[in-house]
């Protein structure tokens, strides 16, 4: 029987145990545990891997502790600019938003770019009006706000530096409150069919409309039911630089490795001479699921139709 699996992540970085709390862990685990099981059921029904990644990742934007949607980080200019993108192994149809505001569910105007748009990727003002055509759901600047982000935003905000939700900037109190997180989902379904997608605030304090992996094809997110489906997460220009997640694809196309074995040839060798730090998701059409990361920690949990499930946070 096709196996089928799930996996999804809600950020990498900086994640100490010794920095978190009972109830913060909780929340995490818990939220993690919720968006997997509404992506999951989706594949035990016999829906389609894009409809469970996009399913899971509405569940993370919606939530508050993570760095998509609703949790967003705040830009230069104190505004939440957001990027996502989609994408489907079956047939490589992509779709992706970058520097978009006030839409709800990013992923979601992701996948009516790759759906409707004979388009793939929709950038700024553009992308809003294309989200208003849509008839996609809008949410008003407050709704984006949260004190902490807020926060995080003013301990940096009159320099120079940005940062990875998730990293220490040698600003202390940037990690007092640490509720970050770019969010990501793959899933290989019934059918043998894989899709990966990716949601991002991108990073604290970033300007001149600054893009990150998420949403570019080939770095931040990937699909190809031949090879693998990829949802990074990270600081995001090496994992642009080193065009990660299609690499972890070559090297599954043309060097025949196995999935565990690219991703770990890619987060653990290749970004690492970049300095890049975060990690990625990965399954392929075997149902096969890989989470590997090269920072302290990532939030990650996954299920398999083998009854294979795990959910952390830190390295175990
Ligand atoms: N990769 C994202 C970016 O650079 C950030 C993250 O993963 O948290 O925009």
Redesign the pocket.
Known sequence: MQEFSLAIHG???TILKEDMTSVLEQAYISSLEDALAVGYKILEEGGSAVNAVKASIVILEDNLLF?AGRGAVFTKKGLQEM?AAIMNGKDLLAGAVAGIRNVRNPIVLATEVMLNSNHVFLSGKGANDFAIKQGIKLEPDEYFFSQFRYDQWKQIRDSDNYS???THTGVEELMKDKK???VGAVACDKNGNIAGATS?G??TNKKYGRI???PLIGA?TYANNKTCAIS??????P?IRAVASYDVSCLIEYKGMSLAEAIHEVVHVKLVKLNGE?GMIGVDAHGNVAMVFNSAGMYRAMKTSEGEKFTGIYKD
Do not use: I, P, Q
């Open positions: 950020g990498a970085g760095n990027d990875l939700d998730h970050f997180g770019t991002t991108g990073m990150g992996d998420s931040g990074c997460t990270g600081h995001g220009e994992f975060g």
